[in-house]
T-cell receptor, first 112, second 114 residues
C-alpha cells in the first residue's frame, strides 16, 4: 500500500512560535500534496495544497515546503496561535487516482 | 450552505446487527467517498463513487457495502458489523477525482460495535 509517513505524532508549541510538521512519501507519481486541518468533533478541511512544480507555497501564516528529490514536504505554521490547536493531516495523490493517501496525523497544541 | 451531512452522528450497536450510515451532499459533486479514521492510522478510504451507479473499492472495503442511486446520496452499509469496525467514519465529496480536487468532509459518525 502506498504510504505517506507523517511526524511528529504530537506537538506542543508556545503561542507565537513556529509549528513544523513533516511528511515523506514513496510514490514518485504523486503530484498533489494537500494538508487538512481537523478540529475536535469536525471533519477534516483543506488548509493548503501544493503541486511539485513549486518548492514553496504560502497562504497567510501557513507555508508548505516541498523537496521533490527527497520526497518530503512539510507544513510550517508561523506565529502559532491557540486557535491553531487541531489535528493536521498531510496527504498525497496523483491526478487520476481515486483517493488521497493520508498521513497518520499530528495533534498540535498551542499553549497560550 | 454547501455541506456534506451524515447521520447518525453517534451509533452504538451490537455485533451482527445491520446498520446504515447516510451521507448527503448539496454541491452537485460527481465524486463521493467514505473514509474511516483510526488513531495512528490517519484516514483510509473504504469505498468511492465516481457517479450514479458507479462505485469501487478503496483500501479497506472488507465488511462494508455502498450504493449510489442518486447523485447527492451515498450511504454506507454494514450488513454484519463486528467490533473491529468500531471507528470514526467520514463521508466526503468533490467535483472530480480525488487527485487535485478539494475533498469536502462531513462531520463524522462515531460507531461503537459491542
Amino acid at each position: 500500500q502506498q504510504q505517506v509517513k507523517q511526524s511528529p505524532q504530537s506537538l506542543i508549541v508556545q503561542k507565537g512560535g513556529i509549528s513544523i510538521i513533516n511528511c515523506a512519501y514513496e510514490n514518485t507519481a504523486f503530484d498533489y500534496f494537500p494538508w487538512y486541518q481537523q478540529f475536535p468533533g469536525k471533519g477534516p478541511a483543506l488548509l493548503i495544497a501544493i503541486r511539485p512544480d513549486v518548492s514553496e507555497k504560502k497562504e497567510g501564516r501557513f507555508t508548505i515546503s516541498f523537496n521533490k528529490s527527497a520526497k518530503q514536504f512539510s507544513l510550517h505554521i508561523m506565529d502559532s496561535q491557540p486557535g491553531d490547536s487541531a489535528t493536521y493531516f498531510c496527504a498525497a495523490s496523483d491526478t487520476g487516482r481515486r483517493a488521497l493517501t493520508f498521513g497518520s496525523g499530528t495533534r498540535l497544541q498551542v499553549q497560550p | 450552505e454547501a455541506q456534506v451531512t451524515q447521520n447518525p452522528r453517534y451509533l452504538i450497536t451490537v455485533t451482527g446487527k445491520k446498520l446504515t450510515v447516510t451521507c448527503s451532499q448539496n454541491m452537485n459533486h460527481e465524486y463521493m467517498s467514505w473514509y474511516r479514521q483510526d488513531p495512528g492510522l490517519g484516514l483510509r478510504q473504504i469505498y468511492y463513487s465516481m457517479n450514479v451507479e458507479v462505485t469501487d473499492k478503496g483500501d479497506v472495503p472488507e465488511g462494508y457495502k455502498v450504493s449510489r442511486k442518486e447523485k447527492r446520496n451515498f450511504p454506507l452499509i454494514l450488513e454484519s458489523p463486528s467490533p473491529n469496525q468500531t471507528s470514526l467514519y467520514f463521508c466526503a465529496s468533490s467535483r472530480g477525482l480525488a487527485g487535485g480536487e478539494t475533498q469536502y468532509f462531513g462531520p463524522g459518525t462515531r460507531l461503537l460495535v459491542l
